[in-house]
């Protein structure tokens, strides 16, 4: 039986296994916790039958080919490049040989110096092994409750989750995916919305899977009315708008999924494995050695059953003939009986090939062969039938599991090598909750899909940045969250989902379908039926139920992303774009709701949502059986809550200013008076911020116009709108001493006070906040520090004046009284001082860094200082640099400016233990705070570091050896790890093992591919329209002759990669052969576009 029959199969029987079964006396109380224990004991152990189908599976199989017509989703396997991405990007993981990734000239290769373990098992970040109860939630479960799960754990090296704040929720995600009835789901939707919407832990949204024990009486189910509100509830509660923000931190990796406008999702190509190919099944097995565990599908079937169930084949005998005498007995037919021992109790044939094929917990090709063969599990079905009334086929539903590890040691009827599955049935099932399946079996057996899939976090502790919340309220929500499809085709006519689009001067840059999933879609012809049978719109619609009294939220981010790469292509640079939702009522019944929500909200610098913008909706009614676009205008860089609002009047020293931006600008600076200042950036480049920046410049009092002048992506400089500001009070001119490293222990205070306004009435002054007294001569006020001790100082100042009004102004310097204080010019513009103590080092400076070599008592290292955040000057600390080489600390700071290391913590932990010597997993955590104008370094002591991170905003976040990384990067030489941080995070590293990190690349290759081809149709679309209308206006002949050329051009770069790719394009976005003519091909057209429009603007505004 192939793959597509048993697809069709299971779907025929998939109501025996999800429906809500109400079966009396013992058996209805079966699946009841209480009753695991008690059943495997029942009728003397030999009515092992019941179980053999009391369990609730729930997967509700969809080949890939059928998904791909109803949703334009498209798969394709694993590739090469992708694998080793994977194994690149994966964790450390403590105990286990590490697969390194060694650069070659082609690229990447495995290391062919490590050999795959005989044995893994990956339970370190598993979960403990569930129970899914009552609900047809087996796909949940998995994908969730278990892969989730391991995944966020591992990527967040939180080993052994069992509490409920992490460990992932399946019925969450169930609810969502299963069209609001308890008939199942398939790995393809939750595969999408753990990559669009997120996950939940447990604590955060309610868990269901057993109905209350007061519906039972002794056993026995009493309170139909108790357990229809439980169920109905526990297949279609919708989360509430904390569940939906909490939702995008645990969400699946960006390219898991990706949305077009047009016909087509493209998921990230690399997630699929096929079991079935020999490459692919290595590359399985790699990735779990690796530490990874992944999501399988098979139909569940009475070998499979009976493997799990029975602990020998003598007890599949004795069952045999207890089976037999009870039919015999029934049916006054002691024939069956003779028949039944003929055929397999007497029978050595059969009995042999039992034993030999028989395995417990361990389901193989061979025993279901055997079995089917054989037909002796019809004797069971015949028992069933005759004490139930029930019937059941070999193969009884589909079921979604998940593969934690593997074996070769272990020898079966089909050959050596089983893999570990973790079940969603308890831990008194099978072997405590696992169970195993040959290669041969999971490969090639008659009831496996011979599918897998590999769920990726986005990173260990991602936050959004940018959050959508969209509240609607309806009746019923499958009218505006179901699609349609054309039944003789397959093909979508309206997706299902909720849009959410970008774009700018008309042209989309991103957008994203959520909530589009399979079970949601419906026949386009039964539209009709629904919307005048009310009784059928309530039984066959999906997601007949109401939206919660509170609005959804969903991340959309990468809004930012493709709209950078709209600046880099075009080189526009627009001030504003648009965000609109499209929101459908599919069914013309007159039921109909509203959109009375859609604001969009930005996370800004402390890690806090915002409001950035709202749409004012005065009539959100949403036509019936139409829909209704709500638009939201949004500026694209806008002034922050820091920076004064327009025509302020502030003090000396309190002029701060700060932007908030939707892309990674490149900088950003105040202009004001003629003067110019660089502003510090945050978060990767979206935001900017300055303070003292009246200080800073030397503004005296008045009033003054400013703007702040950001830079784009693309390079272009925009300016944001012009304010006012008037700066009264007296001014504060720190002449002494001045953002620099000291080299004595005596340094003059002098500070020139003016006020051309009123008369300064008294100065004050304080040094690390204790008072210092100045001497006044004139409008100059000095002091004299002395007996100064080595270390960081912060002079203030503070002026009053007759008005009331004051001045503040503040120094930073450093005293140390051995310091070789050299200067260095930087890219031939900028002047740092360097101060090196405890030690000796060469100081030069070299594209824009300063590189010191400092002489350890280990030889020579390089510390690496970029000159970022205007900084003004540099303590190179020579001393803690050989700290660390000797062992004598894990983390130091050996270089930096207005920077601290406040803590240093390292953590071992046991995780195996190889022959007479233990492994520990090390975590070295180092608190590093860094000020405004800041810089730091820190040096690690490389205890095997196999990753370092740093937490920003409560956000994990991986280093790599990118020195372009606005957040910071790493290097090592010999023993050491080199931390540069230009923002203040803390930093985590853990170690045992050491891999290669690889360079961030930016934006991805699907991505920059999928865009390619979008817009490339959109402009092909475009000109066809446009080239009509030039020549109706009668542009002239050389322009059309020009733009058709463009147009031509731009074919020929497509039909290139249309070969490329097969005439596939959309199933291989990663390949990076396609950017090439794609963007070509995109750019080719375009311009033939812009041409003609121009030409004919040209035209119609002469009249």
């Known amino acids: 039986m192939n793959r597509k029959v048993l697809s069709l199969l299971i779907v025929a029987v998939m109501v025996l296994s999800v429906v809500p079964a109400v079966l009396p006396g013992t058996l209805a109380a079966q699946n009841s ?42 798969f394709k396997p694993l590739t090469e490049s992708a694998f080793k991405e994977a194994l690149m990007n994966a964790p450390y993981y403590p105990g286990r040989e590490t697969m390194a990734i060694l650069p070659s000239t082609t690229g990447y290769k495995v290391s062919s110096g490590l050999s795959l373990p005989p044995m893994v098992f990956n339970n370190l970040y598993l979960p403990p092994i569930g129970d899914q109860g009552y609900i047809g939630s087996c796909n949940a479960w998995s994908s969730t409750y278990y892969v989730w799960t391991y995944m966020m754990n591992w990527w967040r090296d939180n080993p052994y989750p069992r509490t409920p704040d992490v460990i992932m929720n399946p019925s969450f995600t169930y609810n969502l995916i299963n069209g609001g009835v308890d008939e199942g789901s398939n790995p393809w939707d939750a595969m999408t919305l753990i990559s669009t919407v997120g996950a939940v832990p447990l604590d955060a949204f309610p868990l269901y899977t057993y109905p209350p024990k007061e519906a039972f009486t002794n056993g026995t189910l009493t309170n139909y009315t108790l357990y229809y509100e439980w169920y109905n509830e526990a297949i279609s509660r919708w989360p509430n708008i904390t569940q ?36 692919q099944w290595q590359y399985l097995k790699q990735l ?6 992944v999501q399988y599908a098979y139909g569940v079937s009475f070998p499979f059953d009976a493997v799990n169930i029975f602990d020998s084949a003598d007890e599949i005998l004795q069952a045999l003939d207890y089976w037999a005498s009870y039919v015999a007995t029934a049916t006054n037919n002691e024939t069956y009986y003779q ?24 389901e193989t090709k061979a025993f279901y062969d055997f079995t089917k063969e054989t037909g002796w599990w019809e004797v069971w079905s015949k028992y069933i039938e005759v004490k139930y009334g029930r019937t059941y086929s070999l193969i009884k539903g589909g079921h979604a599991v998940t593969i934690v590890g593997y074996d070769d040691r272990v020898k079966t009827a089909d050959g050596y090598g089983v893999v570990r599955i973790a079940n969603s049935w308890g831990q008194n099932w099978g072997d405590g909750g696992y169970f195993y399946m040959s290669y041969e079996d999971i490969r090639f057996g008659e009831e496996s899909f011979q599918l897998a899939w590999v769920y990726v976090p986005k990173a260990a502790n991602y936050q959004p940045k940018l959050m959508s919340v969209v509240g609607i309220a309806h009746p019923l929500r499958g009218e505006v969250i179901d699609g349609t499809y054309d039944p003789s085709t397959y093909m979508p006519v309206h997706e299902a989902g909720i849009p959410i689009v970008a774009e ?69 640079a627009p001030t504003y774009m648009t965000i609109y939702t499209n929101v459908s009522d599919i069914i013309p019944d007159n039921i109909t709701g509203e959109i009375y929500n859609f604001t969009l909200l930005y996370q800004g610098p402390t890690g806090d949502y915002m409001l950035l913008a709202s749409a004012d909706i005065t009539n959100g009614t949403i036509p019936d059986g139409g829909w209704k676009v709500i638009p939201i205008e949004v500026p694209i860089v806008q002034y922050g809550s820091l920076t004064l609002s327009n025509s302020s009047t502030i003090n000396f020293g309190n002029f701060s200013v700060d932007v908030l931006s939707l892309v990674p600008l490149k900088g950003a600076y105040v202009s004001i008076d003629g003067k110019e200042y660089q502003l510090s950036e945050e978060n990767g480049g979206y935001y900017f911020y300055g303070t003292e920046i009246d200080q800073k410049l030397k503004l005296p009092a008045g009033t003054y116009n400013y703007t702040v002048v950001v830079v784009y992506p693309n390079g272009k400089e925009v300016a944001l709108p012009t304010r006012t500001v008037t700066i009264e009070g007296p001014t504060v001119d720190i002449l002494s001493p001045v953002n620099t490293v000291y080299n004595t222990s005596t340094v003059e205070v002098v500070v020139n006070v003016t006020d051309p306004y009123a008369t300064v009435t008294n100065v004050k002054a304080y040094l690390n906040g204790k008072p210092l007294n100045l001497t006044a001569s004139g409008s100059l006020y000095v002091a004299t520090l002395t007996n100064l001790t080595n270390g960081e100082y912060k002079l203030t100042v503070i002026a009053n004046d007759t008005t009331g009004a004051y001045g503040i102004a503040t120094r930073l310097f450093v005293v140390h009284t051995s310091a070789k204080v050299t200067e260095v010019i930087v890219n031939n513009e900028t002047n740092v001082t360097i101060g090196v103590v405890g030690g000796s080092a060469n100081v030069t400076a070299e594209n824009n860094t300063i590189v010191a070599n400092v002489s350890t008592s280990s030889g020579e290292f390089t510390v690496e200082i ?10 190179v600390n020579a001393s803690s640099v050989d700290t ?117 690349s930016g934006i991805s290759i699907t991505t920059l591919n999928f865009l390619g081809y979008r817009w490339y149709n959109i402009y092909h679309e475009e000109f066809n329209e446009t080239y009509q209308k030039a020549l109706e206006l009668g542009v002239d002949n050389e322009t059309l002759q020009k733009a058709l050329e463009l147009h031509k051009e731009a074919e020929k770069y497509y039909e290139e990669a249309i070969e490329i790719t097969d005439g596939n394009i959309l199933a291989y976005l990663s390949d990076p052969r396609l950017i090439r003519p794609l963007r070509l091909a995109y750019l080719n057209e375009m311009k033939a576009v812009k041409l003609l429009l121009e030409a004919i603007e040209e035209l119609e505004a002469q009249g």
């Not at 009728?43 to 791909?68: A, I, M, N």
């Not at 779990?288 to 565990?293: N, R, W």
């Not at 970022?868 to 540099?874: C, G, K, L, S, T």
């Not at 920077?899 to 590093?928: R, W």
Request: no cysteine; charged share 15%; proline share 6%.
């Open 33 to 74: 916790p209480e009753n695991h224990s008690v059943i495997r004991t029942l009728e003397d152990t030999l009515d092992k039958s019941l179980l053999l189908s009391s369990y609730k599976t729930g997967l509700r199989w969809v080949s890939p080919e059928e998904y791909s017509k109803i949703t334009g989703i498209k």
């Open 244 to 279: 939906w923000m909490i939702a995008p931190r645990n969400s699946g990796n960006d390219y898991m999924w990706q949305a077009s406008l047009y016909e087509y999702q493209v998921p990230g190509q690399w997630y699929i494995i096929d079991l079935s190919n020999d490459t």
């Open 288 to 293: 779990l050695a690796a530490g990874y565990v």
């Open 339 to 362: 028949w039944v021992n003929e055929t397999y109790l007497s029978n050595e044939t059969f009995i042999q090939g039992l034993k030999q094929t028989f395995m417990p917990y361990t």
């Open 504 to 572: 700018v001067n008309g042209t989309p840059v991103w957008g994203m379908n959520f909530l589009d999933f399979y079970h949601d879609y419906l026949p386009e012809n039964v539209i009709p039926y629904l919307a005048n049978n009310r009784t059928l719109l309530y039984r066959k619609l999906p997601q007949a139920h109401p939206f919660p009294n509170s609005p959804m939220a969903f991340d959309v981010s990468g809004l930012g992303e493709g709209l950078a790469y709209y600046m880099e292509e075009t080189g526009d």
């Open 866 to 875: 970029p000159v970022v955040n205007n900084i003004p000057a540099v303590v």
């Open 884 to 1000: 660390v080489v000797a062992g004598g600390s894990n983390a130091t700071l050996v270089a930096g400016w207005n920077a601290t290391l406040t803590e240093v913590s390292t953590k071992t932990t046991p995780v195996d233990t190889k022959g007479n010597k233990k492994v520990y997993s090390v975590t070295i955590t180092a608190n590093v705070s860094i000020g405004e104008n800041g810089v730091a370094v820190v040096a690690l002591r490389d205890v095997n570091i196999s990753k370092v991170y740093v937490i920003k905003n409560g956000q994990k976040v991986q280093l790599t050896t990118n020195k372009s990384n606005s957040l910071g990067y790493y290097y090592k030489e010999g023993n050491v790890i080199f931390v540069v941080l230009k923002e203040d995070p803390i930093i985590v590293a853990q170690g045992t093992k050491e891999v290669t990190v690889p360079s961030e």
